[in-house]
């Protein structure tokens, strides 16, 4: 019989791997409910080597954060080839496979973070970093956006468009995850409308928003998303 011996792992390995756990337990409660004594538990090592790598369950979570941002910002990268409407779709499904398993840590993210008991400027301090994770996801996404496009200088009402529509599929996801109550694939279609009618809107309003509207239509196929929307819209109408 053979006992099993445990590998003594390097200093960032463990960083890495305690991240790891963390997400995984911030991604079933709020990251309030989780302690670091569940945090080492789940890592198989003791709660006074968990502080050995992180100062505290705030350092702790915002390296989770980071590594969740990251991920998620990820979601929008799609290879720029066929119909937009398609592109988009995939990003949403991508997007809400992150929202679906990450629930609490998502909402805890675009809603600022818990409210972790540390001193006045630490806690200032933290939800600047806060900010700045959920910024970087933004202005990803954007660009994500943008290069699906083809646009690389935007114009004002352009960047009001991908700005707002990212907007949307934030606070869509935070209200899904509220009881759940809508399909997901239908959320992931609406989402895919919703850009196609702010863009329309838009072009309703400015001759080089129409352009690039009647650019992005000319390559779409009948059986897309977008061309879906058109039909919904004109069985509506009728």
Do not use: C
């Not at 350092?59 to 998620?72: G, M, P």
């Not at 066929?82 to 929202?99: K, Q, S």
């Not at 863009?199 to 650019?215: F, I, K, N, Q, T």
Request: proline share 5%; glycine share 8%.
């Amino acid at each position: 019989m053979t006992t099993g011996v445990r590998r003594r792992m390097g200093v960032e390995e463990r960083r890495q791997q305690l991240i790891g756990v963390a997400l995984e337990l911030f991604s079933q409660r709020s990251p309030d409910d989780v302690s670091i004594d569940e945090i080492a538990a789940a890592a198989g090592i003791s709660r006074p080597l968990v502080y050995h790598y992180f100062p505290g369950k705030l350092s702790l979570y915002e390296a989770a954060l980071k590594r969740a941002a990251e991920d998620l910002a990820g979601r929008f990268k799609e290879p720029q080839e066929g119909p937009l409407g398609a592109r988009l779709l995939r990003a949403m499904r991508r997007f809400f496979d992150f929202v679906d398993d990450h629930g609490p840590g998502f909402s805890a993210l675009m809603r600022g973070g818990p409210a972790v008991s540390v001193g006045g400027a630490h806690s200032m301090s933290h939800t600047s970093a806060t900010n700045a994770l959920i910024d970087s996801v933004r202005q990803a996404a954007y660009e994500q956006i943008l290069s699906h496009l083809g646009v690389q200088d935007p114009p004002a009402r352009l960047e009001l468009v991908v700005r707002s529509w990212i907007s949307l599929a934030e606070s869509t996801a935070l209200i899904w995850l509220d009881g759940r109550r809508i399909p997901r694939a239908e959320l992931e279609a609406q989402l895919v409308h919703d850009f196609a009618a702010l863009a329309a809107v838009s072009a309703a309003y400015d001759d080089e928003m129409g352009a690039l509207l009647r650019r992005i239509l000319k390559d779409e196929p009948p059986d897309g998303p977008f061309a879906d929307l058109v039909a919904r819209l004109l069985t509506l109408a009728s």
